[in-house]
């Protein structure tokens, strides 16, 4: 079967660095995914990696590490809007998406 | 680009009726389009996965003569919930992916469907 885990909550401050760690395991794995949902809404589309290493767009990298089944995303600079659910997600060898347990991140002033 | 509509946004529905959730890809065609289940403060749990002209796989747990996945083209996906009932109540989202897609950018949302049963 597959399962990704997550922490279910996390809490940081305005400004500061917040990092979300998700593993998984996986029948066939392509790479890991990552995406913000906000209360209510679709998920959005972070980031993806395919190879071992980290992937940085603007305040937000992810890092993954196959050997480890590991990834985890950054968020920098955090934000009051940045409060939101994050999801990794595993592009398995069927070619879906798994999502994992995600995180409920709460940014404070 | 890469645009994913769904209708209606919410919809209310009595116990034993059933309702119809629309998925289109608006500018892009989608040979592959997967459908999620999301339960209040939980994760995205996959339903079942279509291509356009066969029939959907179904996950394991997801009863396939309740929840009829229609994929007639390759801009159009739906999903009928039959003799919906309270427990049926989630967030339904539909994703599409396009022609030749493989990475796990490719994958695009729609801004998924409410549904209450009473």
């Known amino acids: 079967g597959q399962s990704l885990e997550q922490p279910s909550e996390v809490t940081a401050v305005e400004g500061a660095i917040v990092q979300i760690n998700c593993t998984y395991q996986?029948?066939?794995?392509?790479?890991l995914s990552w995406y913000q949902q906000h209360d209510g809404g679709a998920p959005t589309f972070l980031s993806y990696?395919?190879?071992?290493g980290l992937e940085e767009t603007g305040r937000f990298s992810s890092f993954l590490s196959r050997s480890d089944s590991y990834g985890y995303l950054l968020l920098q600079e955090l934000q009051m809007k940045d409060s939101a659910s994050y999801f990794c997600a595993a592009l398995t060898g069927a070619n879906n998406l798994f999502f994992g347990t995600g995180t409920r991140l709460t940014v404070i002033p | 680009g890469a645009v994913v509509s769904q209708h209606p946004s919410w919809v209310i529905c009595k116990s034993g009726t059933s309702v119809k959730i629309e998925c289109r890809s608006l500018d892009f065609q989608a040979t592959t389009m997967f459908w999620y289940r999301q339960f209040p403060k939980q994760s995205l749990m996959l339903m079942a996965t279509?291509?356009?002209?066969?029939?959907?796989?179904?996950e394991q747990g997801v009863e396939k003569d309740k929840f009829l996945i229609n994929h007639a083209s390759l801009t159009l996906s739906t999903l009928t919930v039959t003799s919906a009932h309270p427990e049926d109540s989630s967030f339904y989202i539909c994703?599409?992916?396009?022609?030749?897609?493989?990475?796990?950018?490719?994958?695009?949302f729609g801004p998924g469907t409410r549904l209450t049963v009473t």
């Open positions: 990696n395919a190879l071992d």
């Open positions: 279509s291509n356009e002209g066969s029939k959907a796989t179904y």
């Open positions: 994703s599409a992916r396009g022609l030749g897609a493989r990475g796990g950018d490719e994958q695009y």
């Open positions: 996986t029948s066939g794995f392509y790479g």
